[in-house]
């Protein structure tokens, strides 16, 4: 369409969320451009039945994380979403990842009031294996020969469809940082019986 539209799509792709990265790219829009963006994808409606597709990536991913209910993480993000009580809300509201965010932030805080301790995290990978990690807090060290940091958040996927934080962890076993995908968190433990009280 000789829009600058797509190209700002794809210029962050894996790097945000690909709902924010679609609000971003309309923003820099015109109403002209928009318009033209609105007519064709009308068009497509008409063409390919778009909103079929849009309908049936939705239950899929609806489906595959029904799946997944008992996990941590979906658990400690169902009160985020029930705040919302409209289906449109609640589904964008997962779309944002914004239970996402809040549960990396909490374990970022319970990591910083532990540290030097660990947490023990089971995760499903993103091959599908259930793998088990200890994380802890680690300060970023920069050195002559070299620096350790976390690593940049990023999104799987190529859509809102597939796509979920991994966020990084220091693996205090393999002294390394680590993605974890964080809808994906099957359990929370501590050597601490008041954190796992609070992880429960």
Not at 16 to 45: C, F, H, W, Y
Request: net charge negative.
């Amino acid at each position: 369409m000789k829009i600058r539209f797509w190209e700002s799509m794809s210029e962050n792709k894996g790097l945000v969320n690909p709902v924010q990265a679609i609000l971003t790219a309309k923003n820099s829009l015109t109403d002209g451009e928009m318009n033209k963006v609105l007519r064709v994808m009308e068009d497509l409606k008409v063409k390919y039945r778009y909103d079929e597709y849009i309908k049936r990536c939705d239950e899929a991913r609806e489906e595959f994380l029904s799946d997944r209910e008992e996990y941590f993480s979906s658990k400690m993000g169902k009160p985020i979403a029930e705040e919302n009580s409209s289906k449109m809300s609640t589904v964008l509201h997962d779309m944002l990842g914004v239970s996402d965010l809040v549960i990396c932030n909490w374990l970022d805080s319970i990591l910083g009031k532990i540290k030097p301790e660990v947490l023990g995290v089971d995760y499903e990978d993103l091959d599908g294996n259930i793998k088990n990690v200890n994380i802890r807090a680690e300060p970023i060290k920069v050195t002559k020969d070299y620096v350790s940091a976390p690593l940049i958040d990023r999104y799987t996927g190529s859509s809102q469809f597939d796509s979920f934080l991994l966020r990084s962890f220091f693996d205090a076993d393999e002294k390394e940082w680590i993605y974890i995908p964080v809808r994906f968190i099957i359990s929370v433990k501590s050597a601490n019986t008041q954190i796992n009280s609070e992880t429960s």
